[in-house]
């Protein structure tokens, strides 16, 4: 009786100090003396967001999800675009890449949604395995299907795009070491331990709480030397 009521001690401690690390990994960003330039990335599932108050917690810019592939396009986009604009951060679009839809008509896509903006940081393009898309196509052809997209998007924004390139994406194509751009890599607490050039920016966490925003939203630092 006496060991089952130990263990059930036990138990609730763990259950507690659970509790106590999800509350600080919620809330934890990596510091500012280190990495004085953050910000958020938004979507449509980030839910209400209050730009000022936002701002006021520490976001200095914002990326916004814009499209998705040939077609989709985020619905909250336009206002989270204009939210950001009016409440004094800096701004850019993000579109999710599809393997299974032609670079054309992506482009088509994300040039039709994404105003021309001079003040807009660059836009990035979203490289992951969509669950959607089980095509794999081989490194070459994808490549050159990136280099038309890139060069489409490119023209619009009249600025070099960032890749934000997940850890599998990297390791089946080799993308940070096959197409010279500024690449954003993710990876919870610790700074990404992949890519074969040096990350500009780096999405620390994706499931931060910050006040301003309905719904978690990933976090996101820029290395120091590319803060100006």
């Not at 040096?198 to 309905?214: F, H, K, N």
């Amino acid at each position: 009786m006496k060991t089952l009521k130990w263990a059930g001690l036990w138990l609730l401690l763990l259950a507690l100090c659970g509790v106590v690390l999800w509350q600080v990994a919620i809330r934890w960003q990596p510091p500012t003396s280190q990495y004085p330039m953050q910000g958020a990335t938004i979507e449509a599932a980030s839910g209400e967001v209050h730009w000022p108050t936002l701002k006021a917690a520490g976001a200095q810019f914002a990326y916004i999800m814009a499209t998705d592939g040939d077609a989709g396009r985020d619905p909250a986009f336009q206002a989270n675009w204009a939210g950001a604009r009016e409440a004094g951060l800096r701004y850019g679009a993000i579109h999710r890449w599809q393997l299974c839809r032609l670079a054309v008509d992506q482009a088509t896509n994300f040039i039709a949604t994404v105003p021309r903006d001079p003040d807009a940081l660059p836009p990035a393009i979203l490289l992951d395995f969509d669950h959607n898309c089980s095509d794999r196509p081989d490194a070459e052809p994808l490549i050159a299907e990136l280099a038309t997209f890139l060069s489409m998007i490119e023209a619009h924004a009249q600025s070099p795009a960032i890749l934000y390139v997940t850890r599998d994406f990297d390791a089946e194509y080799a993308i940070t070491s096959r197409v010279e751009r500024s690449v954003w890599l993710p990876r919870r607490l610790f700074p990404p331990d992949f890519g074969a050039v040096p990350w500009v920016m780096w999405q620390a966490s994706d499931i931060r709480r910050i006040d301003g925003v309905e719904n978690p939203v990933a976090w996101n630092v820029v290395r120091p030397e590319q803060g100006g």
